[in-house]
């Protein structure tokens, strides 16, 4: 805790090789300029074992490739179980950092997005917005694809200028996105799901100027699911699905300008909600 780096891996010296290293169930917290592990293999045989898992990496530094629980020269150690956290994040490229490791990261003051926040495949990442603002756009996207993203406790902007049918918050090629308890706005399109994806909004409301909830037919392999638990979604046209796959709405109110809800494809199952044409 509180330390330059964690542990560092290093065989300078003949004589000196490294043969096997293992972290199993370590916690490091608070490492001030590096990763939790540093492997400095400059000499040391490729052969080197380095395993770590069951460990937890809370406000550790990204390192040289960005994934915070170890950097390396050239040997990629074998992990498992781990996670990594960090608390008071004040920055977009912090966010972006850890999405390509997989992580929580608890938000510090209101942030936007310069780049897309898109976890690298089979990673998941969980903000707490902790009563703050995550700005997105068509441009600088949430984006889940092959990867979980999970976000709560505050509120996410998804403008576009360039054109209203434009979505900042994308579920694509088995990707999963879950809001719960996330005020989100847009002077353009929300969500976009397609290709397998899963979209969640719980205990949310969401604002758009055109799409609140869409889907996209132009690829006909899709399968796509979408839960709205609880929720409120008005815009000009809210809640869309025109490809195979599951509509879950309850406990919610869509309140649309042009429609309510489109169902052109897949099964939708609508229960105890309020559907409000304006």
Known sequence: ENLYRGIKVCDYYDGSEVKNVVVDGCSFKAISKKPGLVIDDHIAPQSMAVTISNSTFVNVQP????LYIYETDNHVPTVSNCTVSLEDVASASSLVSLAKAGGKAVL???VTLDAALAPATGKELAIDLNGHTLTASHSTPIQAIGSKIAVSNGKVVANDNSSVANAG?????NGEITFDKVEVSSNASAFMVANNATLTVKDSNVAAACWGIATNASSADQNVTINLVGS??????????????NL?????????TCHGVIARGGTSVIENSEIVLN
């Open 63 to 66: 390192g040289d490739q960005g």
């Open 108 to 110: 510090a003051q209101d």
């Open 169 to 173: 918050i994308y579920a694509g090629e």
């Open 232 to 245: 409120t979604l008005a815009s000009s046209e809210p809640l869309l699905i025109n490809v195979p796959g």
């Open 248 to 256: 879950n709405v309850s406990n919610s109110k869509i309140t649309g």
